[in-house]
């Protein structure tokens, strides 16, 4: 958990640091000290006639900033956080909450480097081909003697297709057209909720509790509209002409 107190220079501290002091209590160098300063994301040093000098206030940021970049935040986001906690417009543990819900995953599908043996067995099937199938498709990727599996799920949904008669390559196909339509669904409701919150309707300390219950909500409600939409589909196909033209052309072809 991070933690992190917001210190002003003008509190009085006799800790008082020059950049190679700083660079060296730290651990960073004093060129990359100075690029955190021009991207906002470290507080001003206090001028005393030409030598700047940095305090425990500095110490203590730059740890945070360390920490934030861990977590894959880009320099000039955590220098637009810094700005704005200093400001007082943002709450350091309130932002902090609702990163930590953001970053929970989701779905619980991690990638997997396997060998040839347990490829097979979480395919749940040996026919001839099937691995050069796997990887023409993209669904798994060989990488010398292992293969590697982006995605367990998806290997096991595709799997179950082809068990009904789907080939890898429509399975694929279809699962393409589902990440482009979801991608931007997807964008568009979380905008909707950060606009929400920007504008007040949502108040951002209860955003984590909102994300939280909208990962079970969520997907639930993403399973029910495909369904519905599905069954709509199915049933505006069925009354057409479309599927009788369709029967009409495979029955020929098999001929």
Do not use: C
């Amino acid at each position: 958990m991070i933690t992190f107190a917001v210190a002003a220079m003008d509190e009085p501290d006799d800790d008082v640091l020059t950049i190679d002091q700083l660079a060296a209590e730290s651990r960073v160098p004093s060129r990359t000290i100075r690029f955190y300063q021009s991207r906002g994301a470290l507080q001003a040093p206090e001028i005393r006639g030409r030598v700047a000098y940095y305090g425990k206030p500095h110490v203590e940021r730059l740890k945070l900033i360390a920490q934030l970049s861990d977590r894959g935040l880009r320099i000039d986001a955590i220098g637009d956080l810094m700005k704005r906690i200093d400001r007082g417009e943002v709450d350091l543990a309130e932002w902090l909450g609702v990163e930590e819900e953001m970053q929970t995953p989701w779905a619980q599908d991690q990638p997997r480097t396997v060998t040839e043996a347990e490829l097979f067995d979480l395919a749940g099937n040996r026919r001839p081909g099937l691995l050069a199938d796997l990887a023409r498709t993209r669904i798994v990727e060989r990488k010398g003697d292992v293969y590697f599996v982006p995605s367990p799920s998806l290997l096991a949904i595709a799997m179950k297709l082809e068990g009904v008669g789907i080939d890898l390559e429509t399975a694929t196909e279809a699962s393409a057209i589902l990440r482009k339509h979801l991608k931007r669904a997807v964008n568009d409701l979380v905008e909707l909720f950060m606009g929400r919150i920007q504008k007040g309707q949502v108040d951002i300390g209860q955003a984590n509790k909102l994300f939280g219950a909208f990962r079970s909500v969520g997907v639930e409600a993403v399973r029910l509209l495909f369904a519905r939409q599905m069954e709509g589909e199915l049933r505006r196909l069925g009354t057409s002409a479309k599927l009788a033209e369709v029967s009409a052309r495979a029955r020929k072809k098999r001929r």
